[in-house]
């Protein structure tokens, strides 16, 4: 299982124009992986998802807070010593074009840490060898086919299923998918999705899932959590159908709001919420952070920043409403 308690992150920005500033890509983030289990994260670009993931990976450094890996605090340990802990935690990168070196085959990309990995452990190469021929068979794919080809002449989704295998060949507790399906083709992305789903009913692998898209976080997160974040602060948490059925922040009201109708099949959600502005990251607010764009604001939500509350579903908004904003189907 791993969990995070009070997860921060601020980056310094520098511009030519403004100077610089204090970006808070985290705001005290808690969440919790249990093991063969799946949760996600969705929210608009910049809300901070990239970045948990990254820091859940061990690719990135917290402020604050802690990360705990099957009982082990991160936070007291040297980096040096986290590294062994976080490779449990494996990424699959959102972009399957750029992920794989476009001068190694298929084969010499998972012949790599397969080889180190046998000899840490005292095995053979024919071992890493027949190893990545297994891999690949088991994302889906024809090993005599693809070992010999370079990325290039392989499709999207091939290469996002190397990607996946290359994850693998650690035995990793948990992979951090990143938007891991948003740069191949519509048709191959739910053979993708269904693949991860998949690992983690056979290998018991958990999966943290990160998006933008509600109908893959539904597909993935079945039976799981679904967390909703904005500018760094978790706004909305709860098991995912009734996140979906019923929101209670006018921030996940208005990113369901904005799912795609099928015309002549759905209507609109009939309470759908638009926000009154654009984003504007630069606007530091002391209250909620979605007041300035929220329909619904009043001075109490100018004048304090709510935190979580509740039970299984939980919000951080003073003026908590559930509204029916996903389309339905038509009569």
Known sequence: MISGTGVTKTYRQRGAMLGARDVQALRGIDFTVPRGGAVSFIGESGCGKTTLGRIVAGLETYDSGDIVIDGTSMAPLHPRRRRRHFRRVQLVHQDPYSALNPTRTVHQTLLAPLALRARHTGRSRAWAAGRAEELLALVGIDPGYVLGRYPHQLSGGMRQRVVIARALTVDPEMLVADESV?????????????????????????????????????????????????????????????????????????????????????????????????????????????AARCPFRTELCTAERPELTGDAHRHACVHPHRRAVIPREAA
């Not at 976080?217 to 959590?225: C, H, Q």
């Not at 099928?262 to 606007?283: Q, S």
């Open 182 to 290: 948003s740069m191949i083709d519509v048709s191959m992305r739910l053979s993708v999705l269904s693949l991860l789903k998949d690992l983690r009913e056979r290998l018991g692998v958990s999966v943290l899932f990160i998006t933008h898209d509600i109908a893959t976080a539904r597909y993935i997160g079945g039976g799981s959590e679904l967390y909703v974040l904005y500018r760094g602060q978790v706004v909305e948490r709860g098991p995912t159908e009734d996140v979906i059925a019923g929101p209670v922040h006018p921030y996940t009201q208005s990113l369901l709001s904005a799912i795609p109708v099928l015309h002549g099949m759905e209507v609109p959600g009939p309470e759908r919420v638009v926000p009154t502005e654009a984003l504007d990251a630069a606007v530091e607010d002391t209250g909620c952070l979605f």
